[in-house]
């Protein structure tokens, strides 16, 4: 590695890895557990792999002993782990097939080496620059294949190395079934997909053992009791391993054989790495590494892939799959990476006999439902909405039908096809509706567009009112020259013109209408300040409607809504389509105070769908079971427990509570008004703060301010022993599917603090902006509002 420097990229800065510490070597207990997690996953599905590509069995394991130590000492993604990937599977079946498996494993190492030149050349981010649907297009592929050729195993026959002999002969084998492979395929399909839905705190538990494993584990168990003569897994000597060879064949083949490895070796790499730095950035334990250096990441894939090829094994690429359980077990560094491959060696040299009783079936069907999920929904439907199947249907058949390398070429043909067709193809209609000219142009807009659109703007009649909709993502300096030259041409002559960009909701007209605010929709709501003319309004209102100004009330509500159809409603109308058909499914009851100046949706960056919210003066939840007790809160909470199935409930005070200020100042003896009875509920709360609790509630950044901070935090706190009361909630909390969360907002400093856990006290943990906890390491990600209580 002395030939070039790791270098860095803009993707990561310099400290995208932290310098090594000095002195003894130290390995943390998340990485041991980590890597036992990850060896689970690798072990079955490196030999699955092997299997598909027709290559000596063992050449998986060593493939992922070398990803896991090489690639992850000097690769630039420290969580990813690398290893034998099944988006090479099809790559390397033609490789052996075509060339036989020692030239396989020198066209590895010559791919090893073209990354090493790649990494020193820093081109790392070109990869990226690869349209995604040729990529989710190429895993597709990818995916079909090896899902159809495992389908052959499955059913106990043999398959062909091309897709399409394997589909013309899959009724053939379906007349001859193994009654045995079947049986023992099947069984690990119905394992491999039941075991993660286990429900309750049993399936939580269960859940830690890959469910691959135990798949392959329970086929492999029974067919050892039900004495099923089966072929099995077969790990020849290591004194009989075959190391690599040089490729003999045409140079062109040779050629396209190493970039085709190269590719897709590096392009997996790279995207993974990426991916990664995703799921670091939204986990909630603490972690030692950055963000990925994508250059060294390639030098690390680079020498993985010789020290393979040279010792024997398949090419190696990073791994989703493995890379994703290794970050969410907890992973620290590179030292769990490292230490799964030491797992994998260890297993290789002591472990022959178990492995040797897996059924080859049990290893087909795992690899099958691996190709099966690499047709990703998900990505079909990402596609689909960014108008790219084209690009998505030829990559995928491409592969399927050509090959891997000649399918993304096809695709990244048809991608620069599709961009020129969308750059110079613009469509521009004209039609009146309700007296109104409706001018719309779709597609870019650019100088070859601009004669259309002046043939169409000068077919309006003069003093007429028109909406001109721009629904396109570009639009350059001639087109808006001339947009705008006609706007202001037609208003003079007593017109009015609205230019719309259907993208954002922006609107601007010729001659604005005094009583209309022109602020976008979503517009950022710090410091928002909606600008009215005096005919509308005295002064300028906020967004609240009370700052700025005093705006009559009259019409105000009509306004607010009119806004929200004209601007907002366009950007949100597909996503509450969705959630009208599908149902509320949300995963957080939210409980607080009615007070106007907490706006539950901006505070914790929630939108439609995701939060039940509940709300009352207070924030207060009356104890089961008292007579006169209000049923409001019980019912929303039994609704959304038992009925809506939420995971998580939160209480949420806030400075400044109007109803901790009453309670501090209520009188004995004082009439019994509705407000007063309600607040009932609340004196539990003043009780526990005036009665010497030891306990006291805490702030980490800050001394407690004053007496209603520190009442609204003591209530926090009873209102959670009132709502653990609550049978729906209790039930819930013993089953494990439920946590309560404790949270603090306060408002002057606009700043969250969340409650900590057991052993903490009554301590309320700042939340930074960075999403860390202040004082505290343990951070949930966004998706939950609050810390274990």
């Known amino acids: 590695m002395s030939v070039c420097a790791p270098p860095r990229t803009e993707h990561s800065p310099p400290d995208a890895t932290p310098p090594p510490r000095r002195g003894r070597f130290r390995v943390e207990s998340a990485d041991v557990s980590a890597s036992v997690a990850v060896f689970l996953i690798a072990l079955p599905l490196s030999l699955g792999i092997a299997l598909a590509t027709g290559a000596p069995l063992q050449a998986g394991l060593v493939a992922a002993a070398v990803g896991g130590i090489v690639a992850g000492r000097i690769g630039g993604c420290p969580l990813q782990v690398s290893g034998p990937a099944a988006g090479l599977t099809v790559v390397t079946a033609d490789l052996i097939h075509q060339f036989g498996w020692r030239a396989t494993c020198g066209i590895t190492v010559l791919a090893g080496i073209s990354q090493l030149g790649l990494g020193c050349l820093r081109v790392a981010r070109g990869a990226l620059a690869v349209s995604p649907a040729v990529v989710h297009g190429m895993l597709a592929g990818i995916g079909i294949t090896i899902a159809v050729a495992q389908l052959h195993i499955v059913l106990g026959g043999r398959p062909d190395s091309s897709v399409l002999t394997n589909l013309r002969e899959l009724p053939a084998q379906l007349a001859h079934l193994d009654p045995a492979a079947v049986a023992m395929s099947a069984l690990t399909l119905t394992l491999l997909l039941a075991w993660p839905r286990v429900p309750g705190r049993v399936g939580s538990l269960l859940r830690k053992v890959p469910a691959a494993l135990v798949a392959v584990i329970g086929a492999t168990v029974t067919a050892a009791l039900a004495g099923l003569t089966l072929p099995r897994v077969e790990l020849p000597s290591w004194r009989s391993h075959a190391l690599a060879g040089l490729p003999e064949g045409p140079t062109l083949g040779i050629v396209a054989?190493?970039?085709?490895?190269?590719?897709?070796?590096s392009v997996q790499s790279l995207l993974g790495a990426v991916a990664v730095d995703k799921l670091v950035a939204r986990r909630t334990g603490p972690t030692q590494v950055g963000r990925?250096?994508?250059?060294?990441?390639?030098?690390?894939?680079?020498?993985?892939n010789i020290v393979s090829g040279a010792l024997g094994g398949l090419p190696v690429a990073g791994v989703a799959v493995r890379s994703t359980a290794n970050v969410n077990s907890g992973a620290l560094s590179r030292n769990s990476t490292m230490l799964h491959g030491v797992l994998v060696v260890l297993a290789t040299l002591l472990m022959v006999p178990l492995l040797e009783q897996i059924p080859l079936a049990s290893l087909a069907a795992l690899v099958m439902a691996v190709g099966i999920q690499m047709v990703s929904l998900n990505h079909i439907r990402t596609v689909t909405r960014h108008r790219e199947v084209p690009v998505y249907a030829a990559t995928t058949l491409g592969v399927?039908?050509?090959?891997?390398?000649?399918?993304?070429l096809l695709g990244i043909a048809v991608a620069v096809a599709l961009a020129l067709h969308r750059l110079t193809h613009t469509h521009i209609t004209h039609e009146e509706r309700e007296g109104v000219q409706h001018i719309q142009v779709r597609g870019q807009l650019t100088f070859l567009a601009v004669p259309r659109l002046s043939r169409a703007l000068h077919r309006v009649p003069h003093g007429a009112r028109v909406v001109v909709e721009l629904d396109g993502s570009f639009m350059d300096h001639a087109a808006h020259e001339s947009l705008q030259d006609w706007q202001s041409s037609h208003t003079a002559r007593g017109g009015s013109a609205e230019l719309k960009d259907r993208r954002t909701g922006v609107r601007s007209a010729g001659t604005p209408s005094s009583a209309v605010c022109r602020c976008r929709p979503w517009t950022p709501w710090r410091n928002h300040r909606c600008a009215m003319p005096a005919a509308a309004g005295r002064g300028s209102t906020g967004a609240d409607g009370r700052a700025g100004g005093s705006r009559p009330d009259t019409h105000e509500?009509?306004?607010?809504i009119s806004s929200f159809q004209r601007n907002t409603a366009p950007l949100v109308r597909e996503e509450l389509a969705r959630l009208a058909r599908e149902g509320q499914r949300p995963s957080q009851l939210f409980l607080t105070c009615a007070d106007s100046r907490l706006v539950t949706s901006m505070i914790t960056a929630s939108g439609p769908?995701?939060?039940?919210?509940?709300?009352?003066?207070g924030n207060l939840v009356p104890p089961p079971g008292q007579e006169h007790a209000d049923d409001s809160v019980a019912a929303a909470i039994e609704y959304a427990v038992d009925v809506l199935g939420v995971r998580s409930i939160t209480v949420c005070g806030h400075s400044g509570c109007g109803a901790m200020q009453a309670l501090l100042a209520a009188e004995p003896g004082a009439a019994p008004t509705p407000l007063r009875r309600w607040l009932r509920y609340g004196e539990p709360s003043l009780e526990r703060m005036t009665g010497g609790d030891p306990e006291r509630p805490r702030l980490t950044t800050r001394p407690v301010a004053d007496a209603v901070e520190e009442l609204s935090l003591t209530n926090v706190v009873q209102q959670l022993a009132h709502l653990r009361a609550h049978e729906s909630v209790a039930r819930a909390l013993t089953a494990g599917a439920l946590e309560l969360h404790g949270m603090y907002f306060h408002v002057g400093e606009a700043r969250a603090y969340l409650l900590g856990g057991e052993g903490e006290g009554v301590l309320f943990?700042?939340?930074?902006e960075d999403g860390k906890?202040?004082?505290?390491?343990d951070v949930r990600?966004?998706?939950e509002v609050g810390s274990l209580v």
């Open 557 to 560: 509500l009509a306004r607010g």
């Open 765 to 768: 943990h700042d939340v930074r």
């Open 292 to 304: 990925s250096d994508l250059d060294r990441e390639l030098l690390g894939q680079g020498a993985a």
């Open 400 to 408: 399927v039908c050509l090959g891997v390398l000649q399918g993304v």
């Open 257 to 265: 054989a190493v970039l085709t490895t190269t590719l897709v070796c």
């Open 781 to 783: 990600d966004g998706s």
């Open 609 to 617: 769908g995701d939060l039940f919210v509940v709300r009352n003066v």
């Open 773 to 777: 906890e202040e004082g505290k390491e």
